[in-house]
């Protein structure tokens, strides 16, 4: 996907004059956050099996190359082809030439954000063979002209019923349906077509198992399983080389914290293990089955101050509780992963200097760092960004300019307090009898929105020698 | 015993009569209190920009003037979390250093973590009467853990009722130079938990931190609400409120 961060601070703006999408965030909060809340109450030690899931992902990262050895070996002996691709130019050619090879016309998707990454849809339009995302979610997008999905599990969270509603009437030239089980079984009446008639399938992973070269997807409609198993003559699974965990221990661990997450569920409608295409005397299953694992970035944080972040599990809670996110959506990111897992993401892929604003636009409440299930210390990768940022002198001159003349006198107490002394008669003055500054020149970003309270007039530390004075 | 109290750079240009108030409070604990008079600023600007060398240099200069006290009491949750927390982060990879701020980190302490968990409860009568509401700043809660401390203290006052907001745990929208760099995600953030105050009928918000303060206080005059009071914990605490 084409990276948009650079515009950032316009497009969230857009989407804070958005009083609709404004509404549509709601949802976040009512359903996400309360729904998370109980379901993690529920469990005997959420601590306690969060450490365990953190061990269990720092031990299939701290061997990666091994265990994705182990997986290749297992998935191969299961009868899968396993290939790699270290760009996502190289994924994308990867699966177009698989489809070709197979003669394939038509594929049908589950949902996959790598497939976001390496611009899959695109690719095989290209190449003249058709797409179908099957996820209701990424289907109401691609019905609205490729639109780009704003979260990572609730793609569709920023449109409300309404805007469906009308978007399936014009695209599908029926009649306006309202209740949501009407517009629902119209997706399944289109959907269906689809599943029988195309000859791949493309599905992500949530997780890959080393031991017994599987797949595991967790989905909530189901059809995934209609890209996998149904026809298909092939089923190709795109997901990043970081996904792999060694055992289905570590998968049991994992999934009692995925689903409550995401989705405060206990567990998800749909979960599936697949290892391999379809052997003799067996009923279905795909007669091929590819996996490509995508690198694009991902190395690169092996073995460095941000492979933490390689443990993330894509539950999305992390932008469920982000004030940030709450009140911008996910497009206001500008690439495939938005909120702060995104803000970490997409400078470490896409390059610090393409996502300036992003490690920035947080206010480091650190809420996301409290959810997240396996203990990515967001708010301090965000923080480090911001160092490799200044490290490369990629902030604005005002900016560098400004924390140099702070420092300098922070340092300098006697000149500290005498600028303080400065500073606050002349932001009393400016305050008047309302005592309260409607419009702060340097920092006009503050009173947009509020006032600047006027300090007093004198600072704690003149006042305070005065008093002690015998 | 010597308490060294880290005034914090907002309340000394801002609202210096929170100072005060925190003074009296730790004087009638029983606590000689100490304001060492060339202390400037923690450097949590300068952390969160991602200027971590300058950050360093105000961290040193702090631990210098600080260290020497039996306890050292800053009356913000976000400079108390950028002394217990954070510098530990920023001398990783000096032994010494670290070892000295470690022990800075031991003996510092959030203002009412301090009263509840060293003073034992320890306040002076106050006269506050009214209805707040209390708004639980980010880096007290989440980085110190403090949501009960305040609670019980406010507990202790008899004419005072609290009740609590939806999502009182939720950031105000400040986060230092967040609030000027995106001035317009942090208003609209400030803006629901000015909705979230004004649902509690509360007379007076109570809070523990500057930023937090001048954010929520900005935003209610902003809007037209010249009557809700935003207090800091320590003038409530202190009855200079």
Not at chain 1, 211 to 232: D, K, L, Q, R, W
Not at chain 2, 116 to 141: E, Q
Request: charged residues 25%; neutral net charge; aromatic residues 8%.
């Amino acid at each position: 996907m084409e990276v948009q961060s650079m515009h950032f601070k316009a497009r969230a703006g857009q989407k804070l004059a958005d009083a609709r999408l404004q509404k549509n965030l709601k949802k976040l909060s009512e359903k996400f956050v309360t729904a998370r809340a109980s379901a993690i109450a529920e469990l005997d030690d959420f601590e306690a099996i969060r450490d365990a899931a953190v061990e269990r992902r720092n031990r299939a990262l701290e061997n990666l190359d091994g265990w994705l050895d182990c997986f290749e070996r297992n998935a191969t002996a299961r009868g899968a082809q396993v290939l790699y691709a270290e760009t996502h130019e190289e994924a994308a050619r990867l699966i177009v030439e698989i489809a070709r090879q197979h003669g394939v016309r038509k594929v049908t998707k589950s949902k996959s954000m790598v497939s976001e990454e390496i611009g899959l849809n695109q690719a095989f339009e290209a190449a003249g063979i058709q797409p179908v995302e099957t996820d209701l979610g990424e289907y109401i997008l691609q019905i609205n002209q490729n639109e780009a999905p704003s979260h990572i599990i609730a793609p569709v969270i920023h449109k409300d019923k309404e805007e469906i509603s009308d978007l399936f009437a014009k695209a599908h030239s029926t009649t306006r349906k309202t209740e949501i089980n009407e517009l629902t079984r119209e997706a399944r009446e289109v959907l269906r077509g689809h599943f029988l008639s195309a000859e791949m399938g493309v599905t992500g992973a949530n997780f890959l198992i080393a031991e017994t070269g599987s797949v595991a997807i967790v989905t909530n409609e189901g059809n995934e399983g209609m890209c996998t198993i149904m026809p298909p003559k092939v089923h190709v699974v795109l997901t990043g080389i970081e996904k792999v965990l060694p055992t289905l221990e570590d998968l049991a661990t994992l999934m009692r914290l995925l689903p409550r997450s995401a989705t405060g569920q206990q567990i998800s409608n749909y979960f599936s293990i697949l290892t391999g295409p379809r052997g003799a005397g067996e009923p279905d299953g795909p007669e091929h089955m590819y996996y490509v694992l995508v690198d694009a970035g991902r190395t690169g944080l092996l073995g460095g101050e941000f492979q933490e972040m390689l443990r993330c599990i894509r539950c999305g809670a992390c932008m469920n509780h982000c004030p940030v996110y709450q009140k911008i959506g996910g497009h206001a990111y500008g690439w495939v992963y938005p909120g702060p897992m995104g803000s970490v993401l997409t400078p470490s892929y896409v390059g610090v200097e393409n996502a300036l604003d992003l490690p920035h636009a947080a206010t480091l409440c650190s809420q996301c760092a409290v959810v997240c299930p396996v203990r990515i210390p967001l708010p301090d990768l965000l923080r480090k960004l911001r160092e490799k940022q200044w490290e490369r002198g990629l902030r604005p001159w005002y900016e560098k300019v400004g924390v140099a003349v702070w420092a300098f006198a922070a340092m300098r107490p006697a000149l500290y307090a005498f600028g303080s002394r400065v500073a606050v008669r002349a932001l009393k003055w400016m305050g008047g009898d309302r005592r309260r500054i409607r419009n702060l020149p340097f920092a006009a970003g503050w009173t947009r929105s509020r006032d600047f309270p006027a300090p007093s007039g004198r600072t704690f530390r003149e006042m305070y020698r005065e008093r002690r004075r015998p | 015993m010597k308490v060294g109290l880290f005034v914090t750079c907002l309340v000394d240009a801002v609202r210096p009569e929170i100072g005060f108030s925190a003074i009296r409070l730790l004087e009638t604990a029983g606590f000689e209190v100490v304001v060492p008079e060339w202390q400037t600023c923690c450097g949590q600007p300068a952390y969160n920009s991602g200027d971590s060398r300058t950050a360093r240099v105000l961290a040193e200069k702090l631990l210098a003037e600080f260290e020497s006290f039996d306890y050292v009491v800053v009356p913000s949750g976000s400079c108390g979390g950028q002394i217990k927390v954070q510098y530990i982060e920023l001398f990783r990879d000096d032994p010494d250093l670290k070892a000295r701020i470690e022990r800075l980190a031991d003996k510092t302490f959030e203002l009412t973590d301090f009263i509840v968990n060293v003073a034992k409860c320890a306040l002076p009568a106050s006269g506050f009467t009214g209805t707040i509401t209390y708004h639980d700043s980010c880096s007290g809660l989440r980085e110190l853990g403090v949501k009960k401390q305040p609670r019980q203290l406010l507990a202790m006052l008899p004419a005072v009722t609290l009740t609590e907001m939806k999502d009182c745990e939720q950031c105000c929208g400040f986060g230092g130079t967040f609030s000027v760099k995106y001035g317009d995600i942090s208003g609209a953030i400030v803006d629901e938990k000015c909705q979230n105050i004004h649902a509690t009928g509360a007379g007076a918000v109570v809070l523990g931190d500057l930023g937090c303060m001048l954010n929520i206080e900005g935003r209610l005059r902003r809007i037209g609400d010249e009557k809700t009071r935003v207090l800091h914990i320590a003038q409530v605490l202190a009855g200079d409120a």
